[in-house]
């Protein structure tokens, strides 16, 4: 078993300092989060350790040569937004930026990226499950054919 921790907890860290510190401290890995860059009304939303907007090669190098450096494994890459919130077109947002957080995990050979199923609160949860299906299925679907697997926090929200 490889212990770890979610990045978010260092927000205001940069990737070296959160890494550095991870090594410090005999971690054998990191989950990082990966948010759209920029502030977040909601606790641990909004840290961004890796931007996985536009991310290419050269950027998983970058990653990679921080966390060799340190002897540090990441765990998994974190976004944790709701993409069956009640508003489509923020869904929408959400769930475009996830594709983009699965491509960076591929670039960067880090098998799992974590996420919530999100719901759409006006609904039961019964209610839920035929957006759910239509949502999940194409992402799940998605992360499958870029070798991800895809995560999910067990989040009572």
Excluded at 11 to 39: I, R
Excluded at 73 to 98: A, C, F, Q, W
Excluded at 120 to 139: A, G, H, I, M, S
Aim: hydrophobic content about 40%; some cysteine; aromatic content about 10%.
């Amino acid at each position: 078993m490889k212990l770890g921790f979610v990045s978010a907890i260092l927000p205001d860290q940069s990737l070296e300092n959160v890494v550095k510190f991870a090594a410090t401290e005999d971690y054998d890995c990191v989950e990082l989060m990966c948010w759209p860059a920029g502030k977040a009304a909601r606790r641990y939303a909004g840290v961004t350790h890796v931007d996985v907007t536009g991310f290419r090669k050269s950027d998983a190098a970058r990653v990679k040569d921080i966390m060799a450096a340190a002897g540090v494994k990441i765990s998994g890459l974190g976004y944790y937004p709701n993409p069956l919130t009640p508003n489509r077109k923020e869904g929408r947002v959400y769930i475009d930026h996830i594709k983009r957080v699965i491509r960076a995990a591929e670039l960067l050979g880090v098998k799992t990226v974590n996420t919530f199923i999100g719901r759409d609160w006006t609904k039961t949860v019964d209610e839920n499950w035929p957006r759910f299906k239509q949502v999940w299925k194409p992402l799940v679907k998605f992360a499958g054919d870029h070798g991800v697997r895809i995560g999910i926090e067990n989040c009572p929200m």
